[in-house]
């Protein structure tokens, strides 16, 4: 923006901002990929969709176990700083102060408890989707083990490397922008 027609290019193992020389050497310096770039922030209101049944997302049943539901209740979540102090943690919208936590390896929302091990449950890293699109959340305590539906309610699990593990761990992040969610 505020040098125009120059282009950031790495040379000698130092990035630099050069005008182009057209060559094919300066036009490959000056590409880069970018890499697993998350949008999103403490405080955003989402929903999480699944990849392979993308008419369903995350949701709290009224047992309190989580599952993928078509349903239009209880999808909406709050981003939270990982209540551990890493990764993130999903608030539920429809039930302030619970949070999606695994126990016995089961996806639940619970009231929050200001235990270690129910802050460890309830983190989460993002990484990219699995499945090659969207985001797959790795337990912060557990790091082998990923959430994952499987026969719609979410547990945690250790990737088999499949096709369908990749899938049922791997989510689209939606932003909802609604002023009455606080």
Known sequence: VNVPQRFFRHSSFNLWIHSSDGSDLFNKDSSFTVEHVFAFKAGD????????????FVSRLPDGRVAISNSESD???????????????????????SFICHRNYEGWVDSRLYSELYCYDSSFHVEAGLAGVGISLR????????LRHSGFNLWIHNSD??????????FIFEQVHMAWIK
């Open 45 to 56: 209101k989402v929903r999480l969709r699944s990849v392979n049944f993308p008419t369903h």
């Open 75 to 97: 999808n909406l979540w709050i981003v939270r700083d990982g209540l551990v102090g890493k990764g993130i943690s999903f608030e539920s919208v429809s039930k302030p102060g």
């Open 139 to 146: 337990s912060v305590n557990i790091p082998q083990r990923f």
């Open 161 to 170: 490397g499949s096709d369908l593990f990749n899938k049922d761990s791997s």
